[in-house]
């Protein structure tokens, strides 16, 4: 047996039973879900941005309880401090020292719901953990748990309450989605059964230390020297483009990369192909991105900036 074949028979069989616990959660969104599943074994995060009401909590939560281990729900708020996140050091009589009172950033998987509601100072107090998976506390330099995945779910930006994310939060995603509404039929059949919460019957599939072991196979998945080529000028077009302020960074470009590896894994191959970077080249690179004709300190829409990096891959050849 080649080292691929190995590779394919070992991970397989728990990534297709992770992906079809998620799907029974969110029915008629396979391309969501697979997504979400490209994020998780990429060792990325997830933002889902979408209108309220069309599942982003359910898919979120449904990931989460599919992989086991520790997670947490924090619902992000006006009022919420940095500290509500990542935790402070409170002053304990009995032991006549400070001790860490850990906050809900402390776990495998963080749901962060409707980040883009809290102030972005308190925002802010994720970047350390997304990019480096520790945090700092009075001082101190606190690794997170291992696997560790945020998912966050945020209302489009013209939505009142909100606060945008800035390009250096942005960035830390490895992915941005939508969900969109249900199909027809599934949504009539929610609407004559009764809707219920299918994320709550949604079994572990994994444990932490598998997720892991799914993870590290993502990196032995091949990226041929074309392919890798095709992915830098996609990158390079969003920096020379006339049409945009901001390019994607060279974390964007990694993250790409990272991403077609897991989606070629998820798709039962042990090599990426150029699908795997042109479908991904939107959901990855789009949020990286500033267009020219955007005011200072106003962030594109997400459809504009997501039609700029579609009409950049459009020009772009794709290797034979």
């Not at 998780?40 to 979408?50: F, M, Y």
């Given at each position: 047996m080649t080292a691929a074949?190995?590779?394919?028979?070992?991970?397989?069989?728990?990534?297709?039973?992770?992906?079809?616990?998620?799907?029974?959660?969110?029915e008629g969104k396979p391309d969501v879900v697979e997504l979400?599943?490209?994020?998780?074994?990429?060792?990325?995060?997830?933002?889902?941005?979408?209108v309220p009401g069309v599942g982003?909590?359910?898919?979120?939560?449904?990931?989460?309880?599919?992989?086991?281990?520790?997670?947490?729900?924090?619902?992000?708020?006006?009022?919420?401090?940095?500290?509500?996140?990542?935790?402070?050091?409170?002053w304990d009589q009995r032991q006549s020292e400070f001790v860490l009172r850990q906050?809900?950033?402390?776990?495998?998987?963080?749901?962060?719901?409707?980040?883009?509601?809290?102030?972005?100072?308190?925002?802010?107090?994720?970047?350390?953990?997304?990019?480096?998976?520790?945090?700092s506390i009075d001082g101190q330099t606190i690794p997170l748990p291992d696997p560790f995945f945020v998912i966050?779910?945020?209302n489009p930006q013209d939505f009142a309450g909100t606060f945008p994310l800035p390009e250096s939060q942005l960035d830390?995603?490895?992915?941005?989605?939508?969900?969109?509404?249900?199909?027809?039929?599934?949504?009539?059949?929610?609407?004559?059964?009764?809707i219920?919460?299918?994320?709550?019957?949604?079994?572990?599939?994994?444990?932490?230390a598998r997720l892991v072991e799914l993870q590290r196979?993502?990196?032995?998945?091949?990226l041929d020297s074309s392919l890798a080529n095709y992915l830098q000028a996609l990158v390079q077009a969003t920096r020379s483009s006339p049409a945009l302020s901001l390019g994607a960074s060279t974390r964007g470009a990694i993250a790409l990369a990272s991403a077609a590896r897991a989606r070629a894994l998820v798709r039962g191959r042990s090599y990426c192909i150029a699908d795997d970077i042109h479908d991904l080249a939107v959901p990855a690179l789009a949020h990286r991105v500033r267009l020219s004709s955007t005011a200072d300190g106003f962030m594109p829409t997400r459809d504009e900036a997501e039609a700029a990096v579609r009409e950049l891959v459009a020009r772009v050849p794709v290797p034979l």
């Amino acid at each position: 047996m080649t080292a691929a074949q190995a590779l394919l028979s070992e991970e397989l069989p728990a990534i297709h039973k992770l992906r079809q616990a998620v799907e029974n959660a969110l029915e008629g969104k396979p391309d969501v879900v697979e997504l979400a599943l490209v994020a998780l074994l990429a060792r990325g995060h997830l933002l889902i941005e979408d209108v309220p009401g069309v599942g982003k909590t359910t898919l979120a939560r449904a990931v989460a309880q599919a992989v086991g281990g520790d997670m947490k729900r924090l619902q992000f708020t006006s009022d919420l401090l940095p500290s509500d996140v990542v935790g402070i050091s409170i002053w304990d009589q009995r032991q006549s020292e400070f001790v860490l009172r850990q906050g809900p950033v402390f776990a495998n998987i963080l749901l962060a719901d409707e980040i883009n509601r809290a102030s972005p100072r308190t925002q802010s107090s994720l970047l350390e953990a997304m990019n480096e998976a520790q945090v700092s506390i009075d001082g101190q330099t606190i690794p997170l748990p291992d696997p560790f995945f945020v998912i966050a779910t945020q209302n489009p930006q013209d939505f009142a309450g909100t606060f945008p994310l800035p390009e250096s939060q942005l960035d830390r995603f490895l992915l941005r989605i939508r969900i969109g509404y249900p199909p027809a039929a599934v949504e009539l059949r929610l609407l004559t059964e009764g809707i219920t919460d299918r994320a709550a019957d949604v079994k572990p599939v994994l444990d932490p230390a598998r997720l892991v072991e799914l993870q590290r196979a993502v990196q032995r998945v091949a990226l041929d020297s074309s392919l890798a080529n095709y992915l830098q000028a996609l990158v390079q077009a969003t920096r020379s483009s006339p049409a945009l302020s901001l390019g994607a960074s060279t974390r964007g470009a990694i993250a790409l990369a990272s991403a077609a590896r897991a989606r070629a894994l998820v798709r039962g191959r042990s090599y990426c192909i150029a699908d795997d970077i042109h479908d991904l080249a939107v959901p990855a690179l789009a949020h990286r991105v500033r267009l020219s004709s955007t005011a200072d300190g106003f962030m594109p829409t997400r459809d504009e900036a997501e039609a700029a990096v579609r009409e950049l891959v459009a020009r772009v050849p794709v290797p034979l």
